[in-house]
């Protein structure tokens, strides 16, 4: 009970010397302004907040992290309390301070007390002492006193330094070991070396002597100097080494970065597929690597496939054929298999010929011949115009073409109005229909044109396209700068367009609403030239669009 009443009193002093009991409280209108500050700075109309460092603060972060507590008294918005205080943060001493091992250059004179009495150094007990036992102890011969270790001072060691096993551990120890066995690890390359010299220089000389004992030796010696498959072997050195990869080749999945290119499978280190398809100007044989299919397909590989092949319909015949265990036997049959067909093909193609004849039809014309290949050089300009040589004539097909009828200029099909077909000299929708000129055209039908305005579809075909179109881009450029002046001088204009579109709008409605007719349901051919909506067009549309998610939208604004 003592100690709680105290401790009551204790906080209850640190309160009083606390100035203020916490943030005055806000009013509502204070409440209302700050929120609306708030909701400004998160929408970037306002500045954030900086703290006392200058740095903005996050207008996101939430009120109950922006705000310090009350006791901590800060002044403006601040960040600090969120912090890791500095006097919070523990420091330890570095590894060398603590374990520094070895002895110091200090040597007593004379005897100190609390010392080893047999060696007369400070830092341990006689019992700790790890030299010789001395026959007189320096604590009664007063010479030859030891020097002082190293004892760390109060060390201040974190959980894993107190539990690491090799800290202190001086690596300089492990190098003499590493030195120590690469002498000895040379010394036995120099013996081995020198035996195996020793070895071949004795066996070419009993070789001259053993040519008597037959092939069986020979046949010994060839398997000792086999290498398999990925591996090399030195007879001299008795090592095996892997074929790896060269270091300066370039690997298979670096020579296309593209994610569609061909597929790496790293499993096996193998890509089938070419993965420089886009380098169509160079053949697969100039590429540095074209997959490994191409190499499947390349040399003799479709030879050995063949006789591959060979042997297993053999084998299924009944024919005892092996290409891995009899590979010349194998080889030679197929040889002959392959005259025989050949015989047997030109066998029955004369048996043919003799029979029908038809001989001349065999001997097949050039290649110059069959693509038609000439010396006609034609020269055109940019605009597709032939400015050397003739233009190449069209074959004409096996129907009448251009065929005019009944006084037309032009052939049935030519103009297309109201979803009938007809002549476009005449307008005459009729087939059979005698042509009269421009009499029968209509005023719906006759384009009327006024003389202010230059017709627009006119294309200057002697100027290339880039040049034509960076006329079209300076143009729309200008008739934007034209009308954000006339927005400018006259800032009612946009809203008299606007209010046109919607009455245009409105009555366009009222027509189909009338009618009983959908525009939505209008034929997929109709003959409706539509061009790109303008913005006050896309404004009255978004205006008059029909918001189903909108719970409000059945109501009307009666006020």
Not at 30 to 36: A, F, P, S, W
Not at 365 to 392: C, H, M, W
Not at 501 to 513: F, R, S, T, W, Y
Request: charged share 35%; aromatic share 8%.
């Amino acid at each position: 009970f003592f100690i709680q009443s105290n401790l009551s009193k204790q906080v209850s002093g640190a309160m009083s010397e606390v100035k203020d009991d916490g943030p005055p409280k806000k009013s509502r209108e204070d409440y209302r302004k700050q929120k609306e500050l708030d909701e400004a700075r998160k929408s970037g109309l306002e500045p954030a907040e900086q703290d006392e460092f200058g740095v903005d603060i996050n207008p996101h972060i939430p009120q109950y992290i922006k705000d310090s507590p009350w006791y901590l008294q800060m002044e403006g918005p601040t960040l600090t309390h969120q912090r890791i205080q500095p006097e919070t943060v523990k420091t330890f001493d570095d590894v060398d301070k603590i374990y520094k091992k070895g002895v110091t250059n200090k040597t007593a004179t004379k005897f100190r007390k609390g010392a080893c009495t047999n060696c007369g150094a400070i830092t341990h007990k006689k019992i700790d002492c790890l030299e010789k036992p001395r026959k007189i102890g320096a604590r009664w011969s007063g010479k030859d006193f030891a020097p002082d270790e190293f004892i760390p001072e109060n060390p201040n060691i974190d959980f894993e330094g107190k539990r690491d096993r090799w800290i202190g551990y001086d690596t300089t120890a492990h190098d003499e070991i590493l030195e120590e066995f690469a002498k000895v690890e040379k010394v036995k390359q120099q013996l081995k070396a020198e035996s195996l010299n020793n070895n071949e220089r004795i066996r070419q000389e009993t070789q001259s002597k053993s040519d008597s004992e037959g092939d069986e030796e020979d046949e010994y010696k060839y398997t000792e100097g086999a290498n398999m498959p990925g591996t090399k072997f030195d007879n001299k050195k008795r090592q095996t080494v892997r074929n790896l990869r060269i270091r300066e080749d370039t690997a298979k999945y670096l020579l296309n970065l593209n994610e569609h290119s061909a597929h790496y499978d790293p499993k096996s280190r193998s890509m089938r597929d070419n993965p420089l398809k886009d380098l169509a100007h160079k053949k697969p044989s100039e590429l540095s690597f074209a997959g490994e299919n191409f190499v499947r397909s390349t040399g003799q590989v479709k030879e050995i496939t063949k006789l591959q092949l060979f042997s297993w319909e053999a084998g299924q015949r009944g024919s005892n054929v092996h290409l891995q265990a009899e590979p010349t036997k194998a080889a030679l049959l197929h040889q002959e298999y392959v005259k025989r067909k050949d015989e047997f093909k030109d066998e029955v193609s004369n048996s043919i010929v003799e029979k029908y004849g038809g001989e001349e039809h065999l001997k097949a014309p050039p290649k110059e011949l069959l693509f038609a290949a000439t010396e006609e050089y034609v020269e055109y300009s940019r605009t597709g115009k032939i400015v050397k040589g003739q233009e190449k004539v069209v074959p004409k097909s096996k129907y009448q073409e251009d065929v005019y009828v009944n006084g037309h200029s032009a052939v049935y099909g030519s103009y297309f109005s109201g979803g009938r077909w007809g002549y476009k000299c005449c307008r005459a929708v009729q087939k059979q229909a005698y042509c009269t000129g421009g009499a029968s055209r209509t005023g719906a039908d006759v384009p009327q044109r006024s003389e202010e305005v230059e017709p627009t579809n006119q294309v200057d075909r002697s100027k290339p396209l880039i040049e034509l179109h960076q006329e079209k881009m300076v143009e729309e450029r200008k008739k934007k700068k034209q009308q954000l002046k006339e927005e400018k001088e006259n800032p009612l204009a946009r809203e008299e367009r606007l209010k046109k579109v919607l009455a245009q709008i409105d009555a366009k409605a009222a027509e189909e609403a009338a009618a009983g007719s959908d525009e939505r349901k209008r034929k997929y051919n109709s003959m409706i030239e539509e061009s790109a909506p303008t913005e006050e067009e896309m404004e009255a549309y978004k205006l008059r669009k029909h918001m189903a998610a909108d719970p409000m939208s059945k109501f009307k604004d009666t006020t």
